[in-house]
């Protein structure tokens, strides 16, 4: 194919999104945009399946049966979004083996709240209240984003994603209706994930790359700061509905703007987490790394009576 | 407590479901596979539900104000009835998979029956489980096969697993007090009475999964009558950690 025709290519495509229209697997696609969709679909199809892990290291420990059922279908629900998000990203050409790969091996990455541990309860209620809460307001947006099966596997996640958000929050109003002890532990919870929450935002848009191609891909609506800003003045009357502290001296109304103004963020922390010396992004890969290896021999095993089966079909049909 | 024989037979049936549920748990995220790690959370939920259900008829009846709460996290480990087999420990995935299979085929005879007890409740509990039940044992039986009939060294793996684990078989069949007190009142199933046809169905399995029917004779037994493996208490442990680290409150 010729340059010109390429070009022209590209400017359909492009007005083709630009007219709302949804980029299916099928069609011509820029190089470009069918990486960045791998790279994103599967960053997100990873967090999913690393964020099973903080959350099930609490389902044998979960203090009573109710709550036990209810995190063990969350996580499950987790483990179903990491299975459309793989499918999805499988439509552009790549298996789920190449994927697992990038992850295992470091290359890829996923959403760095995953590496910070879970030490109480509490912990299941913060991560549901806040880190699903994040996660929503992230992408809310990308139920619409160019690429349809993104998209389709973005609604149906977006719906469970509320649902885990309004679970997570029940569990925190139980702790503060209870005694002085779980209030205290919700406390401490909020005091743990309210900082790596702001950052699952993103960094700040003066350091934050890709942002206008996405904006056009419309991978991205709304900018990491703004994000940040909605999920803040989303959060805070949230935390004073409980009647517990968000631990930030520099947290205040802004009559004149209509938002909080809120304090630094640690991006060092950030980074740090990000480059792989979280607290626990080595439990975490260990956990995945180990699942795969562990259970090679039982995908083998699949495999081969799969085919044993079928060419016993073929032989009989014949 | 005036129900105390139904009240323990009660709990003879819903601890299996409890301890083997619990031990699912202990797998969610960690399997093979994202399908295998997702149908074997949907066994374990089915199985909490049902426990659920049993622990609330058994509060009921208790005439105490106890909940199912109070029953699920608040005995001590003579007083859980579990058999044996369900506590047996994750080893690798073909323990996981002959544990569920060896107990899903007795839970489903056992379903089978209990439809028609005298006493309703437990009527209507195994009717809807006997759904969920069903859906395991073709879940697990199917990867008996695919193990058994996989490769050279998945058929090692889960004839290792069906060895070890065989020897928890024969306590399934084992009546206690309150079972035989109930069978006789017509609301307990005489399990001894599909011993037979257990072991049948399993050897056909094994059979087509081209595994060996092991011929180990030598069986341990204690669960039902609350004597357990090393394996118990740390169960326990995990499961009750928080009821009793922070007593009587609200979650
Ligand atoms: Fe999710
Ligand atoms: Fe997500
Ligand atoms: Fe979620």
């Known amino acids: 194919m010729s340059e010109k025709n390429i070009k022209n290519l590209e400017e359909i495509f492009e007005a083709r999104i630009a007219r709302d229209e949804k980029i299916e697997p099928k069609d011509w696609m820029p190089e470009k945009y069918r990486q960045t969709h791998i790279r994103q679909i599967s960053q997100h199809a990873h967090s999913e399946i690393i964020g099973m892990l903080p959350e099930g290291n609490w389902i044998t420990r979960a203090p009573s049966l109710r709550r036990k059922a209810a995190l063990l279908a969350k996580v499950q629900d987790e483990a179903g979004h990491g299975l459309y998000l793989y499918s999805a990203c499988e439509t552009l050409g790549i298996s789920r083996d190449e994927l697992y790969e990038q992850l295992h091996s470091g290359k890829a990455k996923y959403s760095s709240i995953f590496n910070y541990p879970t030490i109480t309860w509490a912990d299941m209620g913060a991560i549901g209240w806040l880190v699903d809460g994040a996660a929503i307001i992230n992408q809310v947006p990308l139920c619409n984003t160019s690429f349809g099966p993104y998209a389709r596997a973005m609604v149906r996640v977006c719906k469970e994603e509320s649902f885990h958000q309004r679970q997570g929050f029940e569990i925190m109003l139980t702790l503060c209706r209870g005694s002085e002890e779980q209030k205290a532990m919700a406390q401490d919870a909020l005091n743990r994930w309210w900082w790596p929450s702001l950052m699952m935002l993103g960094p700040t848009d003066a350091e934050s790359v890709h942002t206008e191609q996405s904006m056009k891909w419309k991978l991205k609506r709304k900018s990491n700061d703004e994000l940040r800003q909605q999920f803040i003045d989303q959060t805070v009357p949230q935390a004073d509905l409980l009647g517990i502290t968000v631990p930030d001296p520099d947290l205040k109304w802004n009559e004149e703007t209509g938002h909080y103004d809120f304090g630094e963020i640690d991006w060092d922390e950030f980074w740090q987490v990000v480059k792989g010396h979280g607290p626990c992004n080595k439990e975490r890969m260990n956990a995945r790394v180990n699942a795969w290896n562990n259970g090679e021999w039982v995908r083998d095993a699949a495999m081969a009576y799969a085919e044993k089966n079928a060419n016993k079909k073929v032989a009989k049909a014949s | ?251």
Not at chain 2, 43 to 54: K, V
Not at chain 2, 101 to 130: G, P, R
Not at chain 2, 192 to 208: G, H, M, P, Q
């Open chain 2, 1 to 251: 407590m005036k129900n105390q024989n139904l009240y323990n037979y009660i709990l003879t049936i819903a601890d299996n479901s409890l301890i083997l549920a619990q031990r699912l748990g202990e797998l969610c995220g960690h399997g093979p596979n994202l399908e295998t790690d997702i149908a074997l959370t949907n066994i374990s939920l089915d199985l909490l539900g049902q426990t659920r259900s049993y622990y609330q008829y058994a509060a009921k009846i208790s005439g105490e104000d106890k909940t199912e709460d109070d029953i699920a996290f608040l005995r001590i480990e003579r007083e859980y009835k579990n058999c044996l087999l369900v506590e047996q420990p994750n080893t690798h995935f073909g323990y996981v998979i002959g544990r569920q299979f060896l107990f899903d085929v007795y839970h489903f005879m056992l379903m089978e029956k209990l439809q028609n007890s005298k006493d309703e409740t437990l009527t209507a509990i195994a009717k809807k489980s006997i759904k969920e039940v069903s859906y395991h044992k073709r879940f697990s039986s199917d990867w008996i096969k695919r193990l058994g009939d996989g490769t050279e060294e998945s058929n090692v793996k889960m004839q290792e697993a069906i060895d070890d684990l065989w020897r928890y078989t024969d306590e399934l069949f084992l009546m206690t007090e309150a079972e035989k007190i109930m069978v006789k009142e017509g609301i307990g199933i005489d399990v001894s009475s599909f011993k037979e046809k257990y072991y049948e169905e399993v050897a056909e399995v094994l059979k087509d999964a081209t595994l060996n029917v092991p011929e180990n004779k030598y069986f341990t037994k204690g669960g039902k009558e609350g004597v357990h493996t090393e394996h118990m208490g740390y169960i326990l442990a995990d499961l009750q950690y928080m009821q009793r680290t922070y007593p009587n409150m609200t979650w």
